[in-house]
């Protein structure tokens, strides 16, 4: 990237002009106009191809925010012209043309994921013999993760906060054995004959 010169374009934010973002072979090139884009996209192109590597147009997609009502610029690379997208998927995350994250249900995906998790480790959770202690220690290193993959990039709404809090309850519920059919609070459930 630094031998692309590409410093003096993109987007400026706080005084400091943001050109990429970086995580291993992802890459998200970010421009305030059209022509800065193509620049900078050329650049990058050019300082790979003297490192041995090519853009995949195939996989490079562009995502334009535009007033409304007004027409898409093409992008091309090797002559053809990159796909126009509404969202794309960064480090696990929807990034979207008007900045929410209405169309990212990578939450709820991962809150599927984690509870599937919980549900293979059935027997774990069930076995009276294992300590509450370690049970916990279990949740935290192998149930969260999963859950929180990608949670860095979340743009979060209250409504998303409570998603996760009604997951973390499920599973506090699940290792402690209180059924949703004893009518406890999740207060009370919690209480005892454990404190989490």
Not at 12 to 32: E, F, K, P, Q
Not at 72 to 89: A, G, P
Request: charged residues 35%.
């Amino acid at each position: 990237m630094r031998e692309a010169d590409i410093e003096q374009l993109g987007v400026n934010i706080n005084g400091r002009n943001l050109t990429n973002l970086r995580y291993a072979d992802d890459t998200a090139l970010m421009s305030d106009n059209i022509t800065s884009m193509r620049r900078i996209l050329h650049r990058v192109d050019e300082s790979g191809k003297k490192a041995g590597l090519k853009l995949n147009e195939k996989k490079t997609k562009v995502m334009q925010l535009k007033p409304e009502n007004s027409s898409l610029y093409d992008v091309k690379i090797y002559q053809t012209v990159l796909e126009n997208v509404e969202d794309f998927k960064y480090l696990g995350s929807v990034k979207t043309i008007d900045g929410s994250c209405s169309k990212d249900i990578k939450m709820r995906i991962r809150i599927g994921m984690a509870k599937k998790k919980m549900i293979e480790l059935n027997n774990v959770w069930k076995d009276h013999n294992t300590p509450i202690e370690l049970k916990l220690k279990l949740l935290k290193c192998l149930i969260w993760p999963v859950m929180m993959y990608g949670c860095e990039a979340w743009s979060q709404k209250k409504d998303d906060d409570k998603r996760i809090e009604a997951a973390e309850l499920w599973f506090y519920r699940r290792i402690l054995r209180v059924k949703w059919t004893d009518k406890r609070t999740n207060e009370s459930a919690l209480k005892e004959p454990y404190s989490i």
